[in-house]
Nanobody
Framework: QVQLVESGGGLVQPGGSLRLSCAAS????????MAWYRQAPGKQRELVAA???????NYADSVKGRFTIPRDNPKNTVYLQRNSLKPGEPAIYYC??????????????WGQGTQVTVSS
């Protein structure tokens, strides 16, 4: 059984920063990458950032230079550091446990989601 537990969402002002956390536990040894997705109201879920256990990364073009995805391998935890947040980026953020073959490969396990609202 695999469990992904997210934390760190909330309200932030435009231009502010926020860090999300996702801790994985259980039978995770078959997976070598984790990622963050987000889903805005009325839109499809999209990949934001991904990192392999070896340190390779993928970022969506819209967040390059503003978001980073640090990872603590011994703790099986991945973070999403989000800077320079824009008012048009409210969404629910989900972490995913998957694989890496040059790019991120979506896995079957999702966290429960954490809401982020950008507003003054």
């Amino acid at each position: 059984q695999v469990q992904l537990v997210e934390s760190g969402g909330g309200l932030v002002q435009p231009g502010g920063s926020l860090r999300l956390s996702c801790a994985a536990s259980g039978s995770i040894f078959s997976y070598n990458a984790m990622a963050w997705y987000r889903q805005a109201p009325g839109k499809q879920r999209e990949l934001v950032a991904a990192m392999s256990t070896a340190g390779s990364t993928n970022y969506a073009d819209s967040v390059k230079g503003r978001f980073t995805i640090p990872r603590d391998n011994p703790k099986n935890t991945v973070y999403l550091q989000r800077n320079s947040l824009k008012p048009g980026e409210p969404a629910i953020y989900y972490c995913n446990l998957g694989g890496w073959l040059g790019i991120y490969r979506l896995g079957p396990y999702w966290g429960q989601g954490t809401q982020v609202t950008v507003s003054s």
